[in-house]
């Protein structure tokens, strides 16, 4: 029910809201789960695996029971803010993901501050007053929509809050981050915040910890009937929501802090069952006066009731009420301290988990440093704050403390189990794991928490453990017979869940990656190109014409570069600029073949390896002056090279004076590929003598277009056939693509149709026929292996395992039904092996295709000892049918090279 | 995500570099004289301590340096 005054709730300000369709009011500053306590809503969906009744437990990411569907799946009601028309579904422990696309804008931010404060209880606002008032960049974050944490559960110290919230508002360089959950803590300080929109990723020279500490749970018989609950939520939902869940209350506690529950409820408690056998005198004292039994040392051994708790048992009493408040001690939310790779320790005097060293540049304050005393929350956190901002060169001084009474905090005296029903003591409320489960793992052999969590599930569901983490190793502790508890479980991010959408951000759908496109793209995209992606790269793949599949218009393209002539662009391929007195000697180092004696004017194709001998990438290379080279890449590995060649230059031989530019972007490519390859440069370059005389293959030439354009022409070719490659300035690439199709000849070509004509003439694609194990011997390109100088990786061509005979080598197939196409990857077997598994491989298909030259198919493909296969079959298993084909030598069309000079 | 110190852009997120492996490994100046036991060893052998590690990295999204610093593999401390 609600309380008719009191809370932080504004009554002026009514709510409508539907849990299970069901209508009910609540109040502006209401959560959802107060709301429902205050319409005398306290039983939540049944539990997810015995279906026991459950009631809502906690106040906050703790919560283990109170699940809800809303617009997004699985939110807790204790953390979700109540609004106008919120319509809640009870869940029993499974949310439903909502398939509709998200529509709300999810954004980043990156930032740097001097010190963050996690945390916005009296010991982060303290800290972060300290710290703030230095003029050091401050942050104070806190998951809660107002800063305050614990004062506003215990009613104390608020107009010294309001005061602290108002100045901290004030300080320029302070930002105060609510409703912002600090849930990952990586390297140097990093730490990612979550907003409900906004995902933050925040640097910081000093980290307060301020998190707090969680309240933990009592395990007895029925120890999760609806209406029991946290002591520290009761308080909350009391105090902060003026919203009462119980009439007649008892009080179940270890350890000092519920006695301040029972105190604040005092006319509604009958009874504090406190474990310790001597409880605080003054405690005691203050309790009879209020009328309310301390029973000491005793502990409730099972609750009463069916849908609701209706008394509890103690010893051989039994008492009536309809809540009980429990409190188990506390544990310190270390969870961001330990993520840090802070190392925590057991600490008798708390039983509990803390804090021990430090990895990070940090501090650790207040309840999360098992400091429960509100005077000492304080000074820890002013000192903090303080001494975070002169860490990072600011100064100030230490405040005067506002009043808080001092106490001292009796140590608890903890029960991790009581005899009884084990089956009925539940340790984790979301995953219904019982004492008996426990015991069941112990049982099987396990000593570790970590073991026993996953033979349990213990600790596995949304809330990770937050109230039956401690529990667990309570029990694991006592069952063992052992002192003290061993350890934890391995804290990880998130701390909290966090949704895929917000941290996805805006890079989803095209935005997800960069996309590079080349200035002849439009053109393309208008011709009705079909586009692969190769790296960022977005390239044509084949231009079908209407009615055209794949095939046919790739058969189309292929004729044409075969037959009359055909144009691509080419201007992905990577280019890296090299230049320096030592560019030469440094390519000579780095190709297998020999650049230093190139001749200006002059291209070569080159071959890189790995230190390991293992073919790295390929390309041509020209000489445009005597210190200077332009060396083309594949298109998906130009920055990989480009970073190969930094490697080399500046830490092996940072005495060659030589440099490379990334330059792919400043040239566009037009590939002019064909028998009639040199009409089309007659109109394009009308004065370019481009007979095979005069233009000898594997040179270059810088000249003019037609229309006055600079224009870098090479002839290199690789289809076999005469080609030219049209290198211009970028942002002249699109007008002079246009001037080459407007001669009328060309017909466009993409990738595919590329693939095929190199394939034909057995010319390798770096990355699919070869995979980082294939060395340039495997591929038949010794003659590419310069015996003369040293390269990188030559020495590993001495290696046994470069000489095995059964290495793979690169081959051609020819499938012996001229129609069958192998598919690419297919693995391929001797014929006559036995399909019983483990089935010997030969190889496999690296490159498959339909050929217009040759009328068939036919493939390359790399299988062990492969050349002394040639002329014998293979086979290919596949699902539904066995393709045999016979081993050729890679190079199917024109092998005498008789069309290049066309 | 580290932190990482660039000699010549000073500190700067792991997003940032490339990671380059074990400094202090040498390409041998002469392989061709190298037993294959011994340029095996180059070529696949490489420290993998529990605390401080000399490593490389290569600051390839911004200056495109090389330069190495030590690290400990145990609490990714960047030592120098």
Same mark, same amino acid.
């Given at each position: 029910?609600?309380?008719?005054?009191?809370?932080?709730?504004?009554?002026?300000?009514?709510?409508?809201?539907?849990?299970?369709?069901?209508?009910?009011?609540?109040?502006?500053?209401?959560?959802?789960?107060?709301?429902?306590?205050?319409?005398?809503?306290?039983?939540?969906?049944?539990?997810?695996?015995?279906?026991?009744?459950?009631?809502?437990?906690?106040?906050?990411?703790?919560?283990?029971?109170?699940?809800?569907?809303?617009?997004?799946?699985?939110?807790?009601?204790?953390?979700?803010?109540?609004?106008?028309?919120?319509?809640?579904?009870?869940?029993?422990?499974?949310?439903?993901?909502?398939?509709?696309?998200?529509?709300?804008?999810?954004?980043?931010?990156?930032?740097?501050?001097?010190?963050?404060?996690?945390?916005? #209880?009296?010991?982060?606002?303290?800290?972060?007053?300290?710290?703030?008032?230095?003029?050091?960049?401050?942050?104070?974050?806190?998951?809660?929509?107002?800063?305050?944490?614990?004062?506003?559960?215990?009613?104390?110290?608020?107009?010294?809050?309001?005061?602290?919230?108002?100045?901290?508002?004030?300080?320029?360089?302070?930002?105060?981050?609510?409703?912002?959950?600090?849930?990952?803590?990586?390297?140097?300080?990093?730490?990612?915040?979550?907003?409900?929109?906004?995902?933050?990723?925040?640097?910081?020279?000093?980290?307060?910890?301020?998190?707090?500490?969680?309240?933990?749970?009592?395990?007895?018989?029925?120890?999760?009937?609806?209406?029991?609950?946290?002591?520290?939520?009761?308080?909350?939902?009391?105090?902060?929501?003026?919203?009462?869940?119980?009439?007649?209350?008892?009080?179940?506690?270890?350890?000092?802090?519920?006695?301040?529950?029972?105190?604040?409820?005092?006319?509604?408690?009958?009874?504090?069952?406190?474990?310790?056998?001597?409880?605080?005198?003054?405690?005691?004292?203050?309790?009879?006066?209020?009328?309310?039994?301390?029973?000491?040392?005793?502990?409730?051994?099972?609750?009463?009731?069916?849908?609701?708790?209706?008394?509890?048992?103690?010893?051989?009493?039994?008492?009536?009420?309809?809540?009980?408040?429990?409190?188990?001690?506390?544990?310190?939310?270390?969870?961001?301290?330990?993520?840090?790779?802070?190392?925590?320790?057991?600490?008798?005097?708390?039983?509990?988990?803390?804090?021990?060293?430090?990895?990070?540049?940090?501090?650790?304050?207040?309840?999360?440093?098992?400091?429960?005393?509100?005077?000492?929350?304080?000074?820890?956190?002013?000192? !903090?704050?303080?001494?975070? !901002?002169?860490?990072?060169?600011?100064?100030? +001084?230490?405040?005067?403390?506002?009043?808080?009474?001092?106490?001292?905090?009796?140590?608890?005296?903890?029960?991790?189990?009581?005899?009884?029903?084990?089956?009925?003591?539940?340790?984790?409320?979301?995953?219904?794991?019982?004492?008996?489960?426990?015991?069941?793992?112990?049982?099987?052999?396990?000593?570790?928490?970590?073991?026993?969590?996953?033979?349990?599930?213990?600790?596995?569901?949304?809330?990770?453990?937050?109230?039956?983490?401690?529990?667990?190793?309570?029990?694991?502790?006592?069952?063992?017979?052992?002192?003290?508890?061993?350890?934890?479980?391995? @804290?990880?991010?998130?701390?909290?869940?966090?949704?895929?959408?917000?941290?996805?951000?805006?890079?989803?759908? /095209?935005?997800?990656?960069?996309?590079?496109?080349?200035?002849?793209?439009?053109?393309?995209?208008?011709?009705?190109?079909?586009?692969?992606?190769?790296?960022?790269?977005?390239?044509?793949? @084949?231009?079908?014409?209407?009615?055209?599949?794949?095939?046919?218009?790739?058969?189309?393209?292929?004729?044409?570069?075969?037959?009359?002539?055909?144009?691509?662009?080419?201007?992905?391929?990577?280019?890296?600029?090299?230049?320096?007195?030592?560019? #030469?000697?440094?390519?000579?180092?780095?190709?297998?073949?020999?650049?230093?004696?190139?001749?200006?004017?002059?291209?070569?194709?080159?071959?890189?390896?790995?230190?390991?001998?293992?073919?790295?990438?390929?390309?041509?290379?020209?000489?445009?002056?005597?210190?200077?080279?332009?060396?083309?890449?594949?298109?998906?590995? !130009?920055?990989?090279?480009?970073?190969?060649? /930094?490697?080399?230059?500046?830490?092996?031989?940072?005495?060659?004076?030589?440099?490379?530019?990334?330059?792919?972007?400043?040239?566009?490519?037009?590939?002019?590929?064909?028998?009639?390859?040199?009409?089309?440069?007659?109109?394009?370059?009308?004065?370019?003598?481009? +007979?095979?005389?005069?233009?000898?293959?594997?040179?270059?030439?810088?000249?003019?277009?037609?229309?006055?354009?600079?224009?870098?022409?090479?002839?290199?070719?690789?289809?076999?056939?005469?080609?030219?490659?049209?290198?211009?300035?970028?942002?002249?690439?699109?007008?002079?693509?246009?001037?080459?199709?407007?001669?009328?000849?060309?017909?466009?070509?993409?990738?595919?149709?590329?693939?095929?004509?190199?394939?034909?003439?057995?010319?390798?694609?770096?990355?699919?026929?070869?995979?980082?194990?294939?060395?340039?011997?495997?591929?038949?390109?010794?003659?590419?292996?310069?015996?003369?100088?040293?390269?990188?990786?030559?020495?590993?061509?001495?290696?046994?395992?470069?000489?095995?005979?059964?290495?793979?080598?690169?081959?051609?197939?020819?499938?012996?039904?001229?129609?069958?196409?192998?598919? /690419?990857?297919?693995?391929?077997?001797?014929?006559?092996?036995?399909?019983?598994?483990?089935?010997?491989?030969?190889?496999?298909?690296?490159?498959?295709?339909?050929?217009?030259?040759?009328?068939?198919?036919?493939?390359?493909?790399?299988?062990?000892?492969?050349?002394?296969?040639?002329?014998?079959?293979?086979?290919?298993?596949?699902?539904?049918?066995?393709?045999?084909?016979?081993?050729?030598?890679?190079?199917?069309?024109?092998?005498?090279?008789?069309?290049?000079?066309? | 995500?580290?932190?990482?110190?660039?000699?010549?852009?000073?500190?700067?997120?792991?997003?940032?570099?490339?990671?380059?492996?074990? =400094?202090?490994?040498?390409?041998?100046?002469?392989? =061709?004289?190298?037993?294959?036991?011994?340029?095996?060893?180059?070529?696949?052998?490489?420290?993998?301590?529990?605390?401080?590690?000399?490593?490389?990295?290569?600051?390839? =999204?911004?200056?495109?340096?090389?330069?190495?610093?030590?690290?400990?593999?145990?609490?990714?401390?960047?030592?120098?």
């Amino acid at each position: 029910m609600r309380l008719p005054e009191g809370g932080r709730i504004d009554r002026t300000k009514p709510l409508r809201f539907t849990v299970d369709d069901i209508e009910y009011t609540g109040c502006a500053g209401d959560t959802l789960a107060s709301a429902m306590i205050a319409n005398g809503l306290l039983e939540v969906a049944p539990s997810a695996y015995r279906q026991r009744p459950r009631g809502i437990f906690a106040a906050g990411v703790d919560e283990p029971n109170a699940l809800v569907q809303l617009d997004d799946p699985m939110q807790l009601a204790t953390t979700t803010e109540l609004v106008d028309g919120l319509a809640a579904i009870l869940l029993s422990g499974k949310g439903r993901l909502i398939d509709t696309p998200d529509p709300t804008r999810y954004d980043k931010r990156n930032v740097h501050c001097d010190v963050l404060v996690v945390g916005g #209880g009296p010991a982060g606002v303290a800290a972060a007053l300290t710290a703030g008032r230095t003029g050091a960049r401050v942050i104070l974050a806190d998951e809660q929509n107002e800063l305050g944490g614990g004062l506003l559960t215990e009613n104390r110290l608020l107009d010294w809050l309001a005061d602290a919230v108002d100045e901290l508002d004030a300080l320029d360089e302070t930002r105060i981050l609510t409703g912002t959950t600090a849930f990952g803590y990586y390297d140097q300080n990093f730490v990612a915040l979550a907003e409900k929109h906004r995902l933050w990723h925040v640097r910081a020279k000093r980290v307060v910890l301020a998190t707090g500490a969680h309240e933990r749970p009592l395990v007895f018989v029925d120890n999760d009937l609806p209406g029991i609950m946290l002591s520290s939520a009761v308080r909350q939902y009391v105090n902060r929501y003026a919203a009462l869940p119980g009439e007649n209350i008892v009080v179940a506690t270890t350890n000092d802090a519920a006695y301040g529950t029972a105190f604040d409820l005092a006319t509604r408690v009958s009874t504090i069952v406190d474990s310790r056998p001597e409880p605080p005198r003054e405690l005691v004292r203050r309790a009879q006066e209020l009328g309310i039994e301390v029973l000491a040392g005793a502990h409730v051994q099972q609750a009463l009731g069916t849908r609701r708790i209706g008394g509890v048992r103690v010893g051989d009493r039994q008492i009536a009420c309809d809540l009980l408040a429990v409190s188990g001690g506390w544990s310190p939310a270390v969870h961001l301290f330990s993520q840090s790779q802070g190392k925590i320790r057991y600490d008798e005097r708390v039983a509990a988990f803390v804090a021990d060293k430090s990895v990070q540049e940090q501090h650790i304050v207040g309840a999360a440093n098992a400091v429960y005393d509100l005077a000492g929350c304080l000074r820890e956190g002013f000192r !903090a704050g303080l001494e975070a !901002a002169k860490r990072t060169g600011f100064d100030g +001084s230490l405040p005067e403390a506002p009043y808080a009474a001092t106490e001292t905090v009796a140590p608890p005296t903890p029960v991790w189990f009581v005899d009884g029903p084990e089956d009925r003591q539940f340790v984790d409320l979301q995953r219904d794991a019982t004492v008996a489960d426990v015991r069941r793992a112990t049982g099987a052999g396990m000593r570790s928490v970590e073991h026993v969590k996953r033979y349990t599930t213990i600790g596995t569901a949304h809330d990770q453990g937050k109230t039956a983490g401690f529990a667990a190793i309570g029990v694991i502790t006592q069952l063992l017979g052992a002192e003290a508890p061993q350890g934890t479980t391995t @804290y990880r991010p998130p701390y909290t869940p966090v949704s895929f959408a917000l941290l996805a951000g805006r890079d989803r759908g /095209e935005l997800h990656d960069p996309v590079r496109m080349t200035p002849m793209h439009d053109w393309h995209v208008r011709n009705g190109a079909l586009f692969e992606n190769v790296g960022q790269w977005k390239r044509p793949w @084949y231009y079908p014409r209407p009615g055209e599949d794949r095939k046919t218009a790739v058969l189309r393209e292929c004729r044409a570069a075969r037959t009359s002539v055909a144009v691509m662009d080419a201007s992905t391929l990577g280019k890296i600029d090299i230049q320096g007195p030592d560019a #030469g000697e440094f390519l000579n180092r780095m190709y297998t073949n020999a650049f230093a004696k190139l001749k200006v004017g002059h291209c070569r194709y080159g071959l890189l390896c790995r230190p390991d001998g293992m073919v790295f990438d390929d390309g041509v290379v020209m000489r445009v002056a005597e210190n200077r080279f332009l060396a083309t890449t594949t298109t998906g590995n !130009a920055a990989a090279v480009l970073d190969w060649f /930094e490697e080399w230059s500046q830490t092996e031989w940072p005495d060659l004076k030589v440099w490379f530019t990334s330059v792919t972007e400043q040239w566009a490519t037009i590939a002019v590929v064909g028998p009639q390859a040199r009409t089309v440069l007659s109109i394009v370059a009308p004065d370019v003598d481009c +007979s095979a005389e005069s233009f000898e293959f594997m040179t270059f030439r810088d000249v003019r277009l037609a229309d006055g354009t600079p224009a870098r022409i090479a002839r290199v070719s690789f289809s076999g056939e005469l080609a030219f490659e049209i290198n211009v300035d970028g942002r002249h690439g699109a007008e002079v693509w246009n001037a080459v199709m407007a001669t009328g000849l060309p017909t466009p070509y993409g990738t595919e149709t590329m693939h095929v004509l190199r394939a034909e003439k057995g010319y390798v694609i770096v990355g699919q026929d070869t995979d980082g194990t294939v060395t340039p011997q495997d591929l038949g390109m010794e003659w590419i292996v310069s015996p003369r100088k040293d390269f990188v990786g030559k020495r590993s061509y001495r290696r046994p395992d470069a000489v095995r005979p059964d290495r793979k080598q690169l081959v051609g197939l020819l499938p012996v039904d001229p129609e069958d196409l192998l598919p /690419e990857g297919a693995q391929l077997i001797a014929p006559d092996t036995s399909l019983a598994q483990p089935v010997p491989m030969l190889g496999h298909v690296t490159s498959s295709y339909h050929s217009a030259a040759l009328e068939r198919t036919f493939a390359l493909a790399l299988v062990k000892g492969g050349r002394q296969l040639i002329g014998q079959t293979v086979l290919a298993p596949l699902r539904d049918r066995t393709i045999a084909a016979t081993v050729t030598e890679p190079i199917f069309y024109d092998p005498e090279g008789t069309r290049r000079d066309g | 995500m580290l932190l990482i110190p660039c000699p010549w852009c000073g500190d700067r997120d792991e997003t940032e570099f490339h990671y380059g492996g074990q =400094a202090g490994v040498p390409y041998p100046e002469r392989p =061709a004289d190298l037993s294959d036991e011994d340029w095996g060893r180059y070529l696949f052998v490489r420290d993998n301590p529990k605390g401080r590690f000399e490593e490389r990295w290569s600051h390839s =999204a911004g200056c495109r340096r090389w330069f190495s610093i030590v690290r400990d593999t145990v609490s990714n401390e960047i030592v120098r």
